[in-house]
């Protein structure tokens, strides 16, 4: 069976997790010397921006030129409400012979399905595919804009409630992951399967101990003295609970700083001021989107990750701490403790003193000792590591000859 991992080239590094998942994701596939009775290729609209070992489609959508006087036609009559139907016709009937074209490349590459590694992708419709889910914030969350405005969440309810469902395979991030999407969607459990979340690339940098200190200096931090939260600002990343549980910890902890990284995505201006009012804005360092090596070096000198978010039910800057033996106190999702067992502090991240109770508990340092020690045990016989999931992607390719035998390309 040939399988054609599809490569979008549109998701950009300050996506945050996303990116750093799918990338790494890419990379061990493209180094996985997979079983013979596997073939693994890239898809992709555009040439790769990096240099594969394995074959790479590279698919075209253009169509003759005998369209230019249909497609000056449509761009012309389409500016007139009149003529809506026509121009939806005339656009449906060509959107299905660029499918077709797309369909025929496809079938003489010998491509038999599509793996989209990222979430709520299908470039190729009604060409069997695998489907990739991270979360149904759309149904868990409360209505956040990031979910609930309304041009997400009508792509999120369209991808969800059709497209898919029309998957032959859909690889979730853990079990409590495809608990989810059988209780929200009622998806059948064997067409779901679990392919374990995994830190990315960070994790294997080489930053030596004066390069972080330098960095540290950069930012003004010293070792075992701050806090860090690296994280987007979208609001289901809940900084605010963070920040009213960090105020009452600093009556007892006066001297510790509270750090974050992370892109604006409008949440910013609300959370700095929620520290003003607080008065503790001297103690909020924001930091806006940094490299890589400085997000290792704060991993590395930090008291712990705290990390508050509403949003599960798994995520990857957890599993990065743990990697480099950071301390993680994180929201209590099934998730995270299916992904940390007991090498991590939980705790209510609706509940400020739930927060505050954690950023007390790991200050004592016989507590920070079991906990880090209970880490490296969890983390030694994990399955949440690059390592093993490419292991147990092979595995899931595989498995898929019983149920690709039955499909019926539409084409």
Not at 229 to 239: C, G, I
Not at 276 to 288: C, M, P, T
Not at 331 to 355: C, K, M, T, V
Request: aromatic content about 12%; overall charge negative; hydrophobic content about 40%.
């Amino acid at each position: 069976m040939k399988i054609g991992v599809w490569i979008n080239k549109d998701i950009s590094p300050y996506v945050g997790g996303g990116f750093s998942y799918t990338s790494k994701l890419i990379e061990l596939i493209d180094q996985k010397e997979f079983t013979k009775e596997l073939e693994v290729c890239f898809v992709s609209f555009e040439p790769l921006n990096f240099p594969s070992n394995k074959e790479s489609i590279v698919l075209t959508r253009k169509l003759n030129e005998g369209l230019y006087l249909q497609n000056l036609f449509t761009s012309i009559i389409q500016k007139f409400y009149v003529f809506r139907n026509i121009t939806n016709r005339i656009n449906s009937k060509k959107n299905e012979r660029i499918n077709n074209a797309i369909y025929k490349q496809l079938t003489k590459a010998t491509v038999d399905i599509i793996y989209y590694v990222g979430q709520m992708e299908q470039n190729i419709p009604n060409f069997p595919f695998i489907a990739t889910n991270w979360d149904l914030g759309h149904l868990t969350l409360p209505p956040f804009p990031e979910v609930s405005s309304a041009f997400q969440l009508d792509k999120r309810r369209k991808w969800y409630n059709h497209t898919i469902k029309n998957a032959k395979a859909i690889f979730a991030e853990s079990e409590a992951g495809k608990a989810e999407l059988i209780k929200y969607l009622n998806i059948e459990s064997n067409k779901i399967d679990v392919l374990p979340m995994f830190p990315g690339n960070i994790i294997d940098l080489d930053v030596s101990p004066g390069d972080q200190i330098t960095i540290l200096n950069q930012f003004e931090l010293k070792k075992d003295s701050y806090f860090f939260y690296p994280a987007q600002f979208w609001e289901h990343k809940n900084h605010q609970n963070l920040i009213i549980g960090f105020s009452s910890f600093l009556k007892k902890f006066p001297h510790v700083s509270l750090v974050f990284s992370g892109s604006d995505k409008g949440c910013l201006e609300e959370v700095l001021e929620e520290a003003r009012n607080l008065e503790i804005i001297d103690q909020i360092n924001y930091l806006g989107f940094i490299s890589n090596e400085a997000l290792f070096s704060l991993y590395k000198n930090t008291i712990a990750l705290v990390m508050p978010t509403l949003l599960g039910p798994t995520n990857m800057p957890p599993l990065e701490a743990r990697a480099l033996d950071c301390p993680v106190l994180c929201s209590d999702f099934e998730g995270h403790r299916e992904q940390l067992g007991e090498g991590a502090i939980y705790f209510d991240p609706n509940d400020a003193d739930s927060i505050e109770n954690a950023l007390i508990q790991i200050m004592n340092p016989e507590s920070r000792f079991r906990l880090l020690e209970s880490a490296t045990l969890e983390k030694d016989k994990s399955k949440f590591k690059s390592d093993e999931s490419i292991k147990i992607l092979e595995n899931l390719f595989l498995n898929l000859n019983p149920k690709f035998n039955v499909l019926e390309k539409k084409f």
